[in-house]
Each structure stands twice: as C-alpha cells, then as structure tokens.
C-alpha cells in the first residue's frame, strides 16, 4: 500500500513524539529508585549490625558478671573477695564499653551523611562516658575490706571495732556516685525507709544498735534485737540511708542517737547505751552501720557470750547480701537504660530523613 505523504500533517506527528517522549520520562523517573538495590540493602545491613552491636554491648556484661550479680556472702568470705567482686562488675562495664567501639567504628563510612554519623558516634560517646562514671566509682571499691578477715566478724564479751576512716569515705562518695550516676540517667533513687527501731506492734529493737558500741561491751545479747532491725528494711532503703549521709558523718558517735543519726555515723560507733539511745532512730540508719561495719576494712561488731558474736557475724552477713543486692540491681538498671537510650538514638539518626523538595529549597 502506498502512503500519500501529503496527506500526513507533519505538526501533529511533532506534537504526537512530544507527548510520548515526556511520558516516558515521567514514567522512567517514578520507577527510578533513590539508590541502587545493593546499596540499599548494604545500609540497612549496617544498621542491623549497629543496633545488634549495642545489643551484644548489654548482653557482653550481663554474661562477664553472670557469676557475680547475686554474689552472696558467707560466714566464710573474706573482705578481699566482696572487693574483687566489684572490680569484676568494673571489668564488665569496660568490655561492654569497648562494644560500643565498635558501633562507631561501623559508623564509618556507612552513610554519605555525616550528620548521621555523627549522631551515632556522639551517642555511643555518651553512653561510654556513663558507664565509665560506674567503672570509675566500682573501681574505687576494690580495696574496700582491705584485709582476708571475713565479713562480719564480731568479737565476744568485748566492745567492737570501727570501720577505717579513709576507706569508709571511699565506700561512701562510690556508691553516692553510683546512685547519683543512676539518677542522672533517669533510675529512680531507691526510696528512703521510714521504719523506727519501735516497729508497729510495739516491739522495741533499739538494743540492737548496742551491736555496733566501740566503747564498751554490749553487755546483754544483742544479736538476736539486732537481727530483728535487720528484719524490718530492705537493701534499697539501706543505700538511700547511706547516700543522704555527709561526709562530716564520718565520726564517732559523740553524744545520744536520735532520729537523725546516719549510718556512717553508726559504722563509727560509739558508747552502747548511747547508740541505744531511743526507739525513734531510723531502722535503715542502723542497718546501713551494721553492713558497713561489716564490709569496710577494720570494722568488728560487738558480741555478748554464749555465742552471740556468732549470730552477730550472721546478722552483719544478712545486712552486707542486702546491700550488695541493692547496688548489683540499680547499676544492672543504669546499664540497661544507657545501653538501650543509645540503641535508640542509633536507630533514629538512621531512619529515612523526608525528601526536600525543590519548592521548599
């Protein structure tokens, strides 16, 4: 068949080329992804390394301290060893540091954003700078028995010993670090106790405060009244007790006990019937002493005879586990919200940033 070219209008052949061109390149753009396949797939495979990487940084602690979280002492424990056991919770906050070395080492080159990996890089150097606040403050507990004498001695039918000054300073200003580190991060502070050495039903323990004398002998069995005050708080009301303490408090007990009195003050000790003073002193006040005195290098509580220096060894252990038990749970919960608040600010500096659209340049 032949074409009669004059008949062909060569306007609207133009036009037709036109119109088809220009939907081709609209339908070419919508199709056209904003990175390659591959390249898309590499990122989201970094990101999964980075969060995982902070996850193994959480899991990497939990698995160096799953032989001492929940260490618990005996009769038989050395000081030396409570000592070794907070350089090893020391130890697991390091190697948990050092994962996070390589999350932003990761964040290298795994974006042609900068500002993206400098979110990451300044969230891992947060994290790092928390958990070395805790390594520093553990560190500092070390040393804190001093000596192979077990935890808790107590002497017979004589007046107790003091714990040392200078470690007892260290023992205080760690764990206020501890706390205050933890409340900064948003843990909540253990809460104060409020039980008196006179509990509800009229049953009045203050001679279990004559357990920490340094003056004089008990001079009646103590233990079991001591035990009973020990019965009354928990471990967390202890280290509130003892972080609301001052410095300053560090001193023998120089006149009556009273309703103020600290547990610094009760791990210096003092003349029984004056540490006995009255029934309104703090129940957490008085445990707080018997587990420092029980820890800290030098200290001794008072015993009677017939084997209360025994029970009394055994109410300093119950008070040091309680303790221990409060400081393991909020530096395990500082560490979890650290870890996961970094986990989260590493997720979002690598979520999808909107388009910019020409009209809002």
């Known amino acids: 068949m032949k074409i009669n070219i004059k008949n062909i209008n060569i306007k609207s052949i133009c036009a037709t080329l036109l119109i088809s061109l220009f939907l081709s390149l609209i339908i070419g753009c919508s199709q056209q992804p904003d990175a390659k396949p591959q390249d898309m797939a590499a990122d989201n495979n970094n990101l999964v390394n980075l969060l995982d990487k902070v996850g193994e940084a959480f899991y990497s602690f939990l698995d160096l301290v799953a032989g001492s979280m929940g260490f618990i002492v005996t009769k038989d424990t050395p000081k030396s060893e409570v000592g070794k056991h907070f350089e090893k919770l020391a130890k697991g906050l390091e190697k948990a540091s050092g994962k996070l070395d390589e999350v932003a080492n990761k964040a290298t080159g795994i974006d042609k954003s900068d500002s993206s990996k400098n979110l990451i890089k300044e969230a891992v150097k947060e994290a790092q700078e928390v958990l070395g606040k805790l390594k ?27 714990s040392d000054g200078p470690e007892l300073k260290k023992a205080y200003n760690a764990l206020k670090g501890i706390v205050d580190v933890a409340g900064k991060e948003g843990v909540s502070n253990p809460k104060a106790g409020e039980m008196l050495l006179k509990v509800g039903n009229g049953t009045d323990n203050k001679d279990g ?15 079991d009244k001591a035990a009973a005050i020990l019965s ?25 006990a009273s309703d103020s009195t600290t547990p610094l003050e009760f791990a210096k000790g003092g003349q029984a019937s004056q540490l006995a003073h009255t029934d309104k002193t703090k129940a957490a006040a008085v445990a707080g002493g018997i587990a420092l005195r029980s820890l800290v290098k030098g200290g001794k509580l008072a015993g009677h005879n017939n084997d209360d220096d025994k029970v009394a060894q055994l109410v300093g252990i119950s008070a040091v586990n309680k303790l221990l038990g409060a400081v393991e749970d909020i530096i395990k919960k500082t560490v979890k919200h650290v870890l996961g608040t970094a986990k989260q600010k590493i997720d979002d500096a690598r979520a999808p940033k909107p388009a910019v659209s020409e009209a809002s340049k």
């Open 136 to 162: 520093t403050h553990l560190e500092s507990l070390k040393d804190i028995g001093g000596d192979s004498e077990n935890v808790g001695v107590s002497v017979s039918q004589k007046q107790g010993v003091a």
């Open 209 to 223: 405060a004559k357990i920490l004398a340094t003056k004089d002998a008990p001079g009646a069995v103590v233990a």
């Open 232 to 256: 009354t708080v928990n471990g967390a009301e202890m280290l509130e007790s003892i972080v609301k303490s001052e410095e300053k408090d560090i001193k023998e007990l120089a006149g009556n």
